[in-house]
């Protein structure tokens, strides 16, 4: 697979060596572990990085034996698309672990997975680079590659979590090739997250602590919240309750299907994801169908699943040069 890069400060051309990427003006970007590095060493997602290299395998399909990710995917994409996947250049932006990254290869598309955080070890591990799997440590704002290279943009559960969503989606957008798709999820404002009262205060307290700290202090709350979602785990009222009144994330109501101990795991990524994010951005269906419009995009659907609201858009062939980061 041919990826045209970019220095992503510049947006002057780059020269792969060795070891490192060369800038027009001589500056370097060092490739470490085989992964070129494009952000600084600690930035606000680094208890994203450690979160995923903990819990590597816990949320994709070979590791769960339940498609829950191929489902989400399929659901995003819509039937057509996943179904031509093979031969695909895809862009999988805010990869993570690699829940996506998984379905999107078995499924034969080229992948190039990004993320800002150290999370891209995790999937290095998970899924190693070859002719068919790039990964960078990039930005999304901040893109090392030309613009409007890829066939499909993914962006799942990332864009609430940036610093500037409606920025993170223009960013997105232009790297999608004229005719190419673009497909988003965010999360959407419900009265009943404001009413999560112990999961806001307990985020007020941890995104300001040590990564490290933070990680130690979820398990600990999992371990002594978890047992008490379980006792009502068929009841959808209990749940309610059990939502409202502990800092946990638990799965007994949405994925019954899985295991004690998966369960728990899920509860112990998730908790943790849901209380150290730096930044956790809330819109509607109607607003956010509107930035995607506003991108220019035709196709446009939008609908409330999966963590609050999906959407995708196909870029016009005639639009490309309108955006403008
Ligand atoms: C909740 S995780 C979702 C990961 C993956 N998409 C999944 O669904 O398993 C959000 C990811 O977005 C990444 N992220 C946040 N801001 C980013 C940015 N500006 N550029 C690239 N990645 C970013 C985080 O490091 C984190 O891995």
Redesign the pocket.
Known sequence: MKILWKDPNSCSAMIKKKNFFLTESNDKYEIKNKIPRF?DKKN??DA??M??NYFRKT?LDSYSKFPL?EQRLKRCLGDNLFSTLKGKLVL?????????TEILLDNGANVTS????D?VEANQKNFPQDENHIIAQ????KLPFMKEQFDIVI????IQ???YPEQ?LKALCNQVKPGGWIIVDHYVFSWSYSTQIAKILSRFVLKRIRPEKAFLITGYLVKVFLPLHRIGRRSKIWQALMRRVTPVVSYYNDFPELSDELQKEWALLDTH?NLT?C?KHLTTKKKFKQSIHNLGLQGVKCWSAGIGVEGRGMKPIDISNIINV
């Open positions: 952000v606000y997602t994203f990085g979160q995923w949320q990710s999988e932006a805010g990869c993570g672990a690699g829940r996506f990004i993320d800002m955080s999370a990039a930005d999304i704002c962006c799942l559960g990332v979590h940036t610093q993170t994801d994010d930044y």
